[in-house]
């Protein structure tokens, strides 16, 4: 997750690290990168998306290299 974050246009990630690792307030984020509180929600939203469909792509490419058995055929060549 960490690595796929770091992937992440920065505009989404310092919502998504102040607000979820840091524990800030939206109230805070707002101030601390001087924008609207409406913004900092638009960006937490569209990060969040952003970060499930690379963390979504991520896990099928991983089941493609998956190597599946017969069991039957395993059983046989023991």
Do not use: C, F, W
């Not at 992440?8 to 984020?29: M, N, S, T």
């Not at 707002?30 to 929600?41: F, K, S």
Request: aromatic fraction near 6%; charge should be positive; glycine fraction near 4%.
């Amino acid at each position: 997750v960490m690595d796929k974050l770091l992937d992440i246009d920065e505009r989404y990630r310092a919502p998504l690290v102040l607000y979820y690792l840091q524990g800030l307030a939206y109230r805070e984020i707002a101030d601390l990168l001087e924008v609207p509180i409406g913004t900092v929600m638009s960006r937490l939203s569209r990060g969040k998306d952003v970060l499930r469909q690379r963390l979504a792509l991520r896990a099928s490419e991983a089941t493609e290299n998956v190597v599946t058995m017969d069991p039957i055929r395993h059983r046989s060549m023991q």
